[in-house]
């Protein structure tokens, strides 16, 4: 397959294999690598489109809610976009995000490299290049357990079903799925 100057091939990442680097400066001044975190069971990774998405709102504001109840499962989660570092405070601060990590300025790069859809952006307060949602479930040794990537910005899975989901997997050690 040929690709023209404005269009770029994104490869899906499949689950049982290794994620690629991710390195993200957060809100509360520190670079996030994953190669450097240490959950007991996962870490969740939520890319969102931006502070422009009033889905990306609720959707974050729900997983901030039950932040508690992933870690009590053993996840750590941090939530991150293309947005500058004043849009992912004013993300925070507008939609009252008190504990979720947020990272920003996630490069497209980055969001190829992690599979994402790339959008242009059609109305007047979307950035010109951002990416679609995506979750990530990775296993402590940089597995990929579990991935949902989204054309648009509806139809993500659900953050309550994702809990019991999880819950469920870690319960019955259910196996990685989708690897063939």
Same mark, same amino acid.
């Given at each position: 397959m040929m690709t023209t100057e404005t269009e770029t091939m994104t490869a899906k990442l499949m689950t049982g294999t290794q994620v690629p680097e991710l390195e993200v400066k957060t809100l509360d001044g520190k670079l996030w690598k994953l190669s450097e975190q240490k959950p007991q069971n996962l870490t969740m990774i939520v890319f969102y489109r931006g502070v422009f998405c009033p889905i990306c709102h609720s959707y974050l504001a729900e997983i901030d809610r039950l932040l508690g109840d992933f870690k009590q499962l053993g996840v750590e989660v941090i939530a991150l976009s293309g947005d500058s570092q004043e849009a992912a405070q004013q993300s925070k601060d507008e939609w009252e995000i008190q504990n !979720?990590? /947020?990272?920003y300025e996630a490069s497209l790069e980055l969001m190829r490299r992690w599979g !994402?859809? /790339?959008s242009k952006g059609a109305f007047?307060?979307?950035?010109?290049?951002f990416c679609e949602p995506g979750l990530f479930l990775v296993k402590p040794d940089g597995i990929l357990f579990y991935a949902a990537v989204n054309s648009r910005p509806f139809g993500r899975p659900p953050i309550s079903e994702m809990l019991s989901s999880i819950d469920f997997v870690l319960k019955k050690n259910y196996p990685i799925r989708g690897t063939e």
């Open positions: !979720l990590t /947020i990272g !994402l859809y /790339i007047k307060n979307e950035p010109p290049l």
